[in-house]
């Protein structure tokens, strides 16, 4: 290595440590600004690359969830963006670039990765070094529905969890009404946390798992084998009906099942309803 290669080296690993740029933002910088390195650490800061790799090990356990509705209510965005402390979530900046997201993921194809789209890291490197926090776009999704369903919708006040329904409709219930069953079953889904839509949805490892838990607790409570496969019938029952939306008891009334609420609802109307899915977002939650 030649000396002039090593001062270069070493000022590129200077400019590193000083800014917590990238190797090459780095030699990039230096290379713009003639190996000036306060120009180089101007040039990284008007770039919003200083400190951000610095910042990058800092966790991200605060945020909100943000959403982008068409009017008729067949396509839907929803985006979680995190941020170290709950201070910067308020912060108009912050809100911002969550519905600047959300109207990004809005605009692009559903079979993408929003977090991976170009377009959306350069929006979050544009905001970072304003907040001067450490900032993940942790998920985004599109979910766009044909002519005969719609799409409901609910985020609580606190912006941190939200849900998305899609429902068919047909016979004598009409879009609109139809939307407003989906938006209390989004309701619903907010407030007592789903993991699946239906029985059928629950995989097969997740239910032995949920046996087996019982089973031990069960033995350790000195209960026979035989009554304990007994009450096994129960317990899973039990758990369907608080994991999947549609066996559980409805919010809206606790005698119904949701299943049951949505085609009373959608008897009322002359109509019929499926609910085909939902998706929600909890900050932080899976």
């Known amino acids: 290595m030649s000396t002039a290669e090593g001062s270069i080296n070493e000022k590129v690993m200077a400019l590193r440590n000083k800014t917590g740029a990238g190797i090459m933002d780095c030699k990039k910088a230096l290379v713009e600004s003639n190996g000036d390195m306060d120009k180089a650490v101007e040039s990284l800061r008007k770039k919003g690359l200083a400190d951000l790799a610095k910042r990058s090990a800092r966790a991200t356990k605060e945020g909100l969830v943000a959403l982008k509705l068409s009017d008729d209510g067949r396509k839907a965005a929803m985006v979680e963006l995190n941020c170290e402390t709950d201070f910067v979530a308020k912060t108009p900046d912050f809100k911002g670039l969550a519905k600047d997201l959300a109207e990004l993921v809005y605009s692009k194809p559903a079979s993408a990765d929003p ?3 170009a377009s959306a890291k350069e929006l979050v490197l544009k905001i970072a070094p304003k907040v001067g926090e450490n900032m993940s776009f942790r998920r985004g999704l599109l ?7 719609v799409i409901g919708h609910y985020i ?14 047909s016979g004598g219930l009409k ?3 139809a939307r407003n069953i989906a938006r209390e079953l989004a309701l619903q889904a907010v407030a007592m946390s ?7 949805e629950v995989p097969a490892d997740i239910i032995e798992k949920e046996k087996e838990i019982y089973r031990v607790n069960a033995k350790n409570q000195g209960k026979p084998d035989a009554a304990i496969e007994k009450m096994l019938v129960g317990r ?6 608080e994991s999947c939306l549609l066996m559980q008891a409805s919010i809206r009334d606790s005698k119904l099942s949701v299943s049951d609420y949505v085609d009373r609802m959608a008897k009322e109307q002359g109509g019929a309803a499926v609910v085909k899915r939902f998706v929600r977002y909890q900050l932080g939650a899976e």
């Open 115 to 117: 977090t991976q789209d």
């Open 143 to 149: 979910m766009e529905v044909p002519a005969n369903a």
């Open 156 to 169: 609580h006040t606190d912006e941190k969890k939200a849900a998305l329904v899609e429902i068919e409709f």
């Open 175 to 177: 879009a609109d009404a």
């Open 194 to 200: 789903p993991r699946w839509c239906r029985q059928e």
């Open 236 to 241: 899973v029952r039990k758990f369907m009906e």
